[in-house]
């Protein structure tokens, strides 16, 4: 009996050995990975964060919440965190390198050329041929807005910009879906959704490619296992336009078959054959660059080919010598965000130079995150609470981005099933926040539409909510599979 004691006794005492070498091991990683010294320690490296933060949440208060005005405020946090750095040379020389960031070049890479194709499908008119369609198949209220559903999530598959899809459908199809009888509200709520569902699954979608990138994956394999997610929430969603989507049509018929004439235009619908090659290919393992050049191209011969619109309206020199085009537009687009990424990354690095950020994963290791299914709620609680304070998406994507590579790799999470959270928790809850972007965009919309058609509706954000169906439906869709284990996939 006494023996068997002792062989506890001894049991024990080894396993605090253990432990206490652990402990010991974690401090000295996180010591080897403190390249930065900070007045205040580790804690002081998050002040560029902490900075960028609560000036964005300012900015969200405010009504001001602007990629501009974000990069000054991620400047302004790096310039603060300078002054507690005990070497600030040493601190300079550390964000030049930082911007050096492979995981940010490829996303702004992809960015460049994700615009360019964008913008050419976007402004070729696709909007107007979807409206054709609907007119001539002769849909009307609930039939009509689960269409505008669907036509908003191929269109947002297509070019790959949710926001891009809110400002041309609202333009174009809330109109005509309040002619056919459509409820201006369901309308709406349709438009945002889909917009949601293509941010969310197209290949060519900023939050696409942050996600992917900041998870050291590729594009392809990611929308690949993201479709189940996307297809289940959209399935509903369908279901719920149709049965909530009818409303009361008190126009002219006359005056609502002159508009339909007006907006309706069928020219532009080959227009879809480039986003439909683009998803093939990236899906089809195609490297992502080589995939958005082949549909630029498609893009491009098709317009030529079926004279939908002339190679000067994608690219020209103008009489006065300045250059114009779709496609330079939708490059100029993403180059406010690019900057802002840079700049964000460059933050995230300090705080992993300064220690904060291996004394934060340890910190998750040893309380949420200590299995696997806690990892991944920890880095779905990172991603909605950042989502509330950053009304941005992609830029709460590359905030939290490095933290849940790290934690996805502790406890071997593959990194399609992380990007996967990162994306799918971004484009659900947060697109029915009154500050979100195309929220603010789409109430912009409607007040402008107003001094043209005295029948449209500028629908209170109380009133749209409840139908953004697809955000509705996706968030405790993703909490279930971190629950039951759906989807996930070792890494």
């Known amino acids: 009996m006494g023996s068997k004691t002792q062989r506890v006794g001894l049991r024990n005492r080894l396993a605090g050995g253990v432990r206490r070498n652990l402990n010991q091991e974690e401090m000295m990683a996180s010591n080897n990975n403190k390249t930065l010294m900070f007045h205040g320690g580790a804690f002081a490296s998050v002040i560029p964060l902490l900075v960028f933060l609560a000036i964005t949440i300012v900015l969200v ?16 946090g790096i310039s603060v965190g300078m002054l507690f750095a005990l070497k600030p040379a040493e601190y300079s020389e550390q964000v030049f390198s930082l911007m050096a960031n492979r995981i940010c070049t490829v996303a702004i890479v992809c960015w460049l050329w994700a615009g ?186 098709i317009g030529q080919v079926t004279g939908v619109f002339p190679l000067e309206k994608v690219f020209q020199i103008t009489a006065d010598g300045s250059v114009a085009g779709s ?81 996805r790799k502790r406890h071997n999470i593959h990194p399609y099933r992380s990007a996967n959270l990162l994306d799918t928790i971004s484009c659900s809850f947060p697109a029915l926040l009154p500050y979100e972007s195309s929220l603010v965009a789409a109430a912009a919309v409607q007040r402008s539409l107003l001094e043209r058609y005295d029948f449209v509706v500028v629908v209170p954000w109380a009133q749209e909510a409840p139908f953004i169906f697809y955000g509705i439906i996706l968030f405790p869709l993703m909490l279930i599979a971190v629950a039951t284990g759906f989807g996930h996939r070792k890494g």
């Open 327 to 407: 496609a330079l537009d939708g490059v100029l687009s993403m180059l406010p965000i690019a900057i802002l990424a840079l700049l964000l990354v460059t933050a995230n690095g300090l705080m992993e130079a300064g220690g904060f950020l291996d004394w934060l994963i340890n910190k998750l290791n040893k309380t949420v995150a200590r299995t696997v299914r806690g990892a991944e709620a920890a880095i779905v609680g990172l991603i909605s609470l950042t989502n509330i304070f950053v009304p941005i998406n992609t830029i709460a994507m590359i905030t939290v981005g490095p933290l849940a590579n790290q934690l």
């Open 61 to 76: 208060f405010k009504g001001a919440a602007q990629v501009e005005g974000m990069i000054i405020a991620v400047m302004l």
């Open 116 to 301: 360019a194709f964008s913008g050419i499908l976007a402004d070729s008119g696709l909007v107007e041929a979807i409206v054709w369609v609907g007119w001539k198949l002769n849909l009307t209220g609930r039939t009509f807005t689960m269409v505008v559903f669907i036509a908003s999530c191929l269109f947002a598959v297509s070019t790959g910009t949710g926001f891009g899809t809110v400002v041309g459908f609202i333009t174009v199809m809330y109109p005509a879906g309040i002619v056919l009888g459509g409820d201006p509200a369901a309308l709406t709520g349709a438009i945002l959704s889909g917009g949601a569902f293509g941010d969310n699954l197209a290949p060519v979608s900023d939050t696409t490619i942050v996600s992917a990138a900041t998870q050291e994956t590729d594009v392809g394999g990611v929308v690949r296992s993201r479709l189940k997610y996307c297809l289940i929430a959209a399935s509903i969603s369908c279901v719920l336009f149709y049965l909530f989507g009818d409303g009361q049509s008190s126009i002219d018929p006359k005056e609502a078959a002159r508009l339909l004439e007006e907006t309706a235009d069928p020219s532009a619908l080959p227009m879809l054959i480039p986003g439909i090659v683009v998803f093939i290919l990236a899906v089809n393992s195609f490297h992502f660059l080589t995939a958005l050049n082949i549909g630029i191209v498609t893009a491009v011969v």
